[in-house]
């Protein structure tokens, strides 16, 4: 009886156990479905089609779903033959896929290619390059996805699937340098039937899919894709649907291995890459597969284009065993690609694909390196130039091996107190704290400079070219909304030569106030605007008076400098302690938002102070303004020769003088002459050539009153400076103090010493490491001069 009943028992349980068997066996299938729109659709890819409709159908389009699951983990994985996945096509694609698997389980991407039809993307500055939005282009390409999708899943078999990859040095080359980076990967993934036979085969590989020449604009093609996936499903056994998913192409473009002309080249490519991914694939043996998706819609960083682009987007990961795919909205660079792989493996993936052009389209994402070039790449860089540390951190929250990443901490508030009348603050720490505390010690006036010195002059159109597309474009469009943008671009180059001290310390600005990059970097660069001869109206940098008093003239101090700042418009200065965890302690004097330093002495008793002299020209449109050369010089030179070899290699600073001077004991090489003291002073002028003035005893002046480069304000001034001071055998601190705030009745304007534009006076005692500073009252005038040293306190 017990037999008998263990019998029926077993009897019972038998189905079940089979049944459970096939719920949680491995299952695959695999459609496509021609999307190919009719002709005189708008177009993708490129600008100067002008909105002109597709001509002729060299090759059709495609797409091409796969669906898998593991019998927990339901998968739709959708690639098509078009330039970006747009967020109506994915809202629409996603109403009408099937309901076998959740929708953040459904992936969609893009091949990229530049010759499929557009039309689905409804914001107006896009309509540029896609072309005029057609709702009902969208509807049927929509409804391909879907098709795919659904047979797909109806072709779903038992399966078995696997990967592989492997490099390639010839099929891809970098479109921007030569000799550049590329991603040498191949990768696939091979999905068999129970019999062994493929059912799909995906390749990943980096590269634009513009190989079509300029006689086929206007012809519908899947570019190289298509021949990749005409010539591997030869290749493969009967049925096998090929698929191909674009990697971190932003600038990576094909190669040409075989020499061919105009269309023979695009079917090169293609049939090279199939033969590479078919030898991959018949090296891979597949098996059951756990699944895993990742999905989040994070926050993306803040961007001067916040009118055109969206707030947040769509991440996606799926991992298949020990494969990783990261599924990227928009078009990374391939260092972006590289870094994220290098980081995937770290934390435990055997192999990792990044595949751009999914989910939606936020342009191009490039490296911090890049920042500065003025390149395509970086004119369509739209969130700042930290994304690829934004692109792990976020992902990295998706993986399910390792632990996820964390972003930097947040400083401290910085110590910041009043000595007299003149404000104060400490900064310490690395340099990303150093800006954080800048930002949150003076937020409000940071965010209001932004708003009132960048905002507002675009608006009134004070900060936009007066030629070209502005000036037709003003009367009927939004400047700001464009402008913004398009000047945060412009003054990228402006980075260059930029150290990585200041980057970051803009960057911890940034993220104290809640501005993007770009912000902030535009309000640095309000003094360099203000060269620019088409915007005087809009801001002037005058930054005179300065001198020094070297040797036996300056008596027992051997070097006593002096400074006034003339800067038109409301401002309140400040005196920064930079405290940096690297390099030099150095005092900074100046405005709460300008990290830049235009007067400043570090605690080796270098001092630095910039003048601008317009009649030497403008600076250049790329490399580092002088504020951010002078802070850098300040926090890392011990000695004078040291910061003057650095300038005088700085031909990008036309316009300016900058006066340096150090005490004895921090000349290095420029040790004074037999018989003068010891300390040093020079002024370089930086014009056609930069040129250096030196003086080891006696007055030296920022500027020659008898010059011909220098304004009659300069003259006046500067000869005025020379009268007060010439009846002087010595120039002490109570001397120059009295020279700075100097009001002749006589001038008017920056004729004058101290004027209605001087935001501070200030007397550098180097060899004390002490200065002595006076801000205006009120009233304009001159107020008491406060005495700080940077071995103490205040006094």
Same mark, same amino acid.
């Given at each position: 009886?017990?037999?008998?009943?263990?019998?029926?028992?077993?009897?019972?349980?038998?189905?079940?156990?089979?049944?459970?068997?096939?719920?949680?066996?491995?299952?695959?299938?695999?459609?496509?479905?021609?999307?190919?729109?009719?002709?005189?659709?708008?177009?993708?890819?490129?600008?100067?089609?002008?909105?002109?409709?597709?001509?002729?159908?060299?090759?059709?389009?495609?797409?091409?779903?796969?669906?898998?699951?593991?019998?927990?983990?339901?998968?739709?994985?959708?690639?098509?033959?078009?330039?970006?996945?747009?967020?109506?096509?994915?809202?629409?694609?996603?109403?009408?896929?099937?309901?076998?698997?959740?929708?953040?389980?459904?992936?969609?991407?893009?091949?990229?290619?530049?010759?499929?039809?557009?039309?689905?993307?409804?914001?107006?500055?896009?309509?540029?390059?896609?072309?005029?939005?057609?709702?009902?282009?969208?509807?049927?390409?929509?409804?391909?996805?879907?098709?795919?999708?659904?047979?797909?899943?109806?072709?779903?078999?038992?399966?078995?699937?696997?990967?592989?990859?492997?490099?390639?040095?010839?099929?891809?080359?970098?479109?921007?340098?030569?000799?550049?980076?590329?991603?040498?990967?191949?990768?696939?993934?091979?999905?068999?039937?129970?019999?062994?036979?493929?059912?799909?085969?995906?390749?990943?590989?980096?590269?634009?899919?513009?190989?079509?020449?300029?006689?086929?604009?206007?012809?519908?093609?899947?570019?190289?894709?298509?021949?990749?996936?005409?010539?591997?499903?030869?290749?493969?056994?009967?049925?096998?649907?090929?698929?191909?998913?674009?990697?971190?192409?932003?600038?990576?473009?094909?190669?040409?291995?075989?020499?061919?002309?105009?269309?023979?080249?695009?079917?090169?490519?293609?049939?090279?890459?199939?033969?590479?991914?078919?030898?991959?694939?018949?090296?891979?043996?597949?098996?059951?597969?756990?699944?895993?998706?990742?999905?989040?819609?994070?926050?993306?960083?803040?961007?001067?284009?916040?009118?055109?682009?969206?707030?947040?987007?769509?991440?996606?990961?799926?991992?298949?065993?020990?494969?990783?795919?990261?599924?990227?909205?928009?078009?990374?660079?391939?260092?972006?690609?590289?870094?994220?792989?290098?980081?995937?493996?770290?934390?435990?993936?055997?192999?990792?694909?990044?595949?751009?052009?999914?989910?939606?389209?936020?342009?191009?994402?490039?490296?911090?390196?890049?920042?500065?070039?003025?390149?395509?790449?970086?004119?369509?860089?739209?969130?700042?130039?930290?994304?690829?540390?934004?692109?792990?951190?976020?992902?990295?929250?998706?993986?399910?091996?390792?632990?996820?990443?964390?972003?930097?901490?947040?400083?401290?508030?910085?110590?910041?107190?009043?000595?007299?009348?003149?404000?104060?603050?400490?900064?310490?720490?690395?340099?990303?704290?150093?800006?954080?505390?800048?930002?949150?010690?003076?937020?409000?006036?940071?965010?209001?400079?932004?708003?009132?010195?960048?905002?507002?002059?675009?608006?009134?159109?004070?900060?936009?070219?007066?030629?070209?597309?502005?000036?037709?474009?003003?009367?009927?469009?939004?400047?700001?909304?464009?402008?913004?943008?398009?000047?945060?671009?412009?003054?990228?180059?402006?980075?260059?030569?930029?150290?990585?001290?200041?980057?970051?310390?803009?960057?911890?600005?940034?993220?104290?106030?809640?501005?993007?990059?770009?912000?902030?970097?535009?309000?640095?660069?309000?003094?360099?605007?203000?060269?620019?001869?088409?915007?005087?109206?809009?801001?002037?940098?005058?930054?005179?008076?300065?001198?020094?008093?070297?040797?036996?003239?300056?008596?027992?101090?051997?070097?006593?400098?002096?400074?006034?700042?003339?800067?038109?418009?409301?401002?309140?200065?400040?005196?920064?302690?930079?405290?940096?965890?690297?390099?030099?302690?150095?005092?900074?004097?100046?405005?709460?938002?300008?990290?830049?330093?235009?007067?400043?002495?570090?605690?080796?008793?270098?001092?630095?102070?910039?003048?601008?002299?317009?009649?030497?020209?403008?600076?250049?449109?790329?490399?580092?303004?002088?504020?951010?050369?002078?802070?850098?010089?300040?926090?890392?030179?011990?000695?004078?020769?040291?910061?003057?070899?650095?300038?005088?290699?700085?031909?990008?600073?036309?316009?300016? %003088? +900058?006066?340096?001077?150090?005490? @004895? /004991? *921090?000349? !290095?090489?420029?040790?004074?002459?037999?018989?003068?003291? $010891? =300390?040093?002073?020079?002024?370089?002028?930086?014009?056609?050539?930069?040129?250096?003035?030196?003086?080891?005893?006696?007055?030296?002046?920022?500027?020659?009153?008898?010059?011909?480069?220098?304004?009659?304000?300069?003259?006046?001034?500067?000869?005025?400076?020379?009268?007060?001071?010439?009846?002087?055998?010595?120039?002490?601190?109570?001397?120059?103090?009295?020279?700075?705030?100097?009001?002749?009745?006589?001038?008017?304007?920056?004729?004058?010493?101290?004027?209605?534009?001087?935001?501070?006076?200030?007397?550098?005692?180097?060899?004390?490491?002490?200065? %002595? +500073?006076?801000?205006?009252?009120? @009233? /304009? *005038?001159? !107020?008491?001069?406060?005495?700080?040293?940077?071995?103490? $306190? =205040?006094?």
């Amino acid at each position: 009886m017990p037999l008998k009943r263990n019998w029926l028992v077993c009897a019972f349980l038998l189905p079940l156990v089979v049944c459970s068997g096939l719920a949680d066996a491995f299952e695959a299938g695999a459609a496509k479905v021609e999307i190919t729109p009719p002709l005189g659709s708008p177009m993708n890819g490129y600008g100067d089609r002008l909105g002109r409709g597709a001509v002729e159908v060299h090759d059709p389009v495609w797409a091409r779903a796969l669906y898998l699951s593991d019998g927990e983990t339901a998968v739709f994985l959708v690639t098509a033959d078009l330039c970006m996945i747009s967020r109506e096509l994915r809202d629409r694609v996603l109403e009408l896929a099937p309901r076998e698997a959740p929708r953040e389980n459904i992936i969609l991407a893009a091949t990229h290619t530049h010759s499929a039809q557009g039309g689905m993307i409804r914001s107006l500055p896009f309509r540029a390059v896609s072309g005029r939005f057609a709702p009902e282009i969208l509807e049927q390409t929509a409804r391909g996805f879907a098709e795919a999708m659904h047979e797909a899943y109806r072709e779903r078999v038992r399966a078995a699937i696997g990967y592989g990859t492997a490099k390639q040095e010839v099929l891809s080359t970098n479109r921007r340098h030569e000799g550049g980076p590329i991603d040498p990967q191949i990768g696939v993934i091979r999905v068999d039937d129970a019999d062994g036979d493929p059912i799909a085969i995906l390749g990943n590989f980096a590269a634009h899919p513009t190989t079509v020449g300029d006689d086929d604009a206007y012809a519908i093609s899947a570019d190289y894709p298509g021949f990749f996936y005409t010539e591997l499903e030869s290749l493969a056994a009967e049925g096998c649907v090929a698929s191909f998913v674009n990697g971190a192409e932003g600038n990576q473009r094909c190669a040409n291995p075989e020499s061919k002309p105009g269309w023979e080249r695009t079917e090169s490519i293609g049939r090279l890459l199939a033969g590479r991914v078919k030898e991959i694939a018949n090296g891979i043996r597949c098996s059951d597969a756990k699944l895993h998706v990742g999905y989040a819609a994070p926050q993306l960083p803040p961007t001067m284009a916040a009118d055109l682009f969206p707030a947040s987007t769509v991440l996606q990961t799926l991992e298949i065993n020990d494969l990783l795919l990261a599924f990227v909205p928009g078009e990374p660079c391939v260092e972006i690609g590289l870094a994220m792989r290098q980081r995937a493996l770290a934390r435990g993936y055997a192999a990792h694909f990044t595949v751009g052009l999914a989910n939606d389209y936020l342009a191009y994402f490039i490296p911090v390196t890049c920042y500065s070039h003025f390149e395509y790449e970086n004119s369509a860089n739209f969130y700042g130039p930290r994304m690829l540390d934004w692109f792990c951190r976020e992902f990295s929250k998706l993986m399910t091996r390792g632990e996820p990443e964390t972003g930097r901490p947040p400083a401290e508030a910085p110590k910041m107190d009043r000595v007299g009348e003149v404000p104060r603050v400490v900064l310490e720490g690395d340099a990303y704290a150093l800006g954080y505390q800048r930002g949150l010690g003076f937020r409000d006036a940071i965010l209001a400079k932004y708003e009132t010195a960048i905002v507002a002059p675009i608006g009134r159109g004070d900060l936009l070219p007066k030629t070209g597309f502005w000036k037709t474009a003003s009367p009927y469009l939004n400047t700001t909304l464009l402008g913004l943008p398009a000047l945060s671009i412009g003054s990228r180059p402006l980075l260059a030569g930029v150290s990585a001290q200041v980057f970051e310390e803009i960057e911890g600005v940034a993220d104290a106030v809640g501005l993007p990059f770009d912000a902030v970097w535009l309000v640095q660069c309000i003094p360099t605007f203000g060269t620019r001869d088409a915007l005087d109206a809009f801001y002037r940098t005058a930054m005179c008076t300065v001198f020094a008093a070297v040797g036996d003239k300056a008596g027992a101090d051997d070097l006593v400098v002096g400074r006034n700042l003339d800067w038109p418009g409301d401002e309140q200065p400040i005196v920064a302690d930079v405290r940096p965890a690297a390099g030099h302690r150095f005092i900074q004097i100046g405005f709460p938002w300008n990290v830049g330093a235009f007067t400043g002495m570090n605690d080796a008793g270098l001092v630095l102070c910039a003048e601008r002299v317009a009649m030497l020209g403008n600076p250049a449109s790329e490399g580092a303004p002088i504020e951010f050369v002078l802070r850098d010089l300040l926090q890392t030179c011990g000695s004078l020769d040291e910061a003057v070899a650095e300038l005088q290699t700085r031909e990008n600073l036309r316009g300016y %003088h +900058v006066l340096a001077a150090a005490p @004895s /004991g *921090a000349l !290095g090489a420029l040790e004074p002459v037999q018989g003068g003291s $010891g =300390a040093a002073a020079c002024v370089l002028e930086f014009g056609a050539t930069v040129e250096l003035r030196r003086q080891t005893e006696g007055l030296l002046l920022g500027a020659d009153p008898g010059s011909d480069r220098v304004d009659e304000a300069a003259k006046a001034r500067y000869a005025r400076v020379a009268e007060l001071l010439a009846e002087e055998h010595i120039i002490a601190p109570a001397e120059i103090r009295e020279t700075l705030v100097d009001a002749d009745p006589l001038q008017a304007g920056n004729a004058r010493i101290w004027n209605e534009d001087t935001k501070y006076g200030v007397v550098f005692e180097p060899g004390a490491r002490r200065f %002595h +500073v006076s801000f205006p009252d009120a @009233s /304009g *005038a001159p !107020g008491e001069y406060v005495t700080i040293s940077m071995k103490g $306190g =205040a006094s």
